[in-house]
C-alpha cells in the first residue's frame, strides 16, 4: 500500500472503489466454466461464480457452462486439462482461471473486478 492510499479516510476509500467499479460497469464479460460432471467440486463452481458475476457483473455477462464428459472437443479446442477452469474470453485480453473458484480474490484479479480491502 503506498502513503497516498494510507492517508485515505474510509470515505475516500469508498468512493475510490465505486468509481473503479464505474470504469468497469461498460464492459460486457463472456465467460466459460468448464466443469466434470455434476460433482460437488462443479456444482459449488457454477454457484460460486454465478454468485459473484451477479454481484459485480450483474446484466454484463454471459456464463457458458461446459461439462467435458458431455463435450470434450470443446475442452480440447480451449486446451483444457483440469476441472473447474474458467476461460474469460471477453474481454480481452483471454484469461484462464484453474481450479476452486471460491478463492474469491484471485478469481476477482483475474476478471479485473476491483474488490476493497
Not at 456464463?63 to 470443446?74: H, I, K, M, S
Amino acid at each position: 500500500m503506498n502513503q497516498e492510499q494510507e492517508s485515505e479516510t474510509p470515505s475516500e476509500k469508498v468512493a475510490a472503489f465505486e468509481r473503479a467499479v464505474q470504469q468497469h460497469a461498460i464492459q460486457s464479460y463472456h465467460l466459460r466454466l468448464y466443469i466434470a460432471g455434476a460433482s460437488q467440486l462443479s456444482t459449488r463452481a457454477i454457484t460460486t461464480l454465478t454468485a459473484i458475476c451477479e454481484k459485480y457483473l450483474h446484466g454484463r455477462y454471459r456464463l457458458e457452462v461446459v461439462d467435458v464428459y458431455q463435450n470434450p472437443e470443446q475442452a480440447h479446442a480451449d486446451n483444457v486439462i483440469a476441472t473447474p477452469t474458467l476461460v474469460m474470453l471477453e474481454p480481452l485480453p483471454q484469461q484462464v482461471f484453474v481450479g476452486d473458484v471460491a478463492h474469491s480474490r484471485r478469481l476477482a484479479a483475474i476478471l479485473g473486478i476491483p474488490l476493497p480491502e
